[in-house]
């Protein structure tokens, strides 16, 4: 190199300003407000399935219970409030209770009902009492079948 080639390298800064790299305040901000939105349409729908599926178990729990029952009256002979003994009580048996089972008319008749109450201060308080019946028939308040109409 040169003496005059030496000199223009020299006079020319070392380093170019470089842009910064990174996220601005205000596009952090978008990302949090569209994650919020995000999180306030999804979360309501993600409890209405929670509290389905533990209704839904709940019903469950009630067909196996009706099955124990007409088992039990197949081995006694009759019904009595003997076949219900260890039935009833709170549901789910572990963890949280979230309903309470309960049996009519007492004493137990050939056109029983198994009533499952939601206790008070649970997730699933205001979704309404299931009852199923002897003729298979599934109600959650007022709303009756034998399909799965309840479960709506």
Known sequence: MTNSTI??????????????RGFTLVEL?????????LAAIAYPNYQRYVIKSKRTDMMSEMHNIATQIESRKLAQ????????????????QQGVALYAITFTPSPLTAIWTITA????????????????????????GSVCSTGDDWNK
């Open 7 to 20: 000199h223009k390298a020299q006079s020319f800064p070392r380093h170019k300003l470089t842009p910064q």
């Open 77 to 92: 002979g009759s019904y009595s409030d003997a076949l219900t003994t260890g039935l009833g009580g709170n549901y789910p």
């Open 117 to 140: 109450t939601p206790k008070t201060g649970t997730q699933i308080a205001t979704d309404g009492t299931l009852t199923l019946n002897h003729q298979g028939i599934k109600c959650r």
């Open 29 to 37: 901000m978008i990302v949090v407000a569209i994650i919020g939105i």
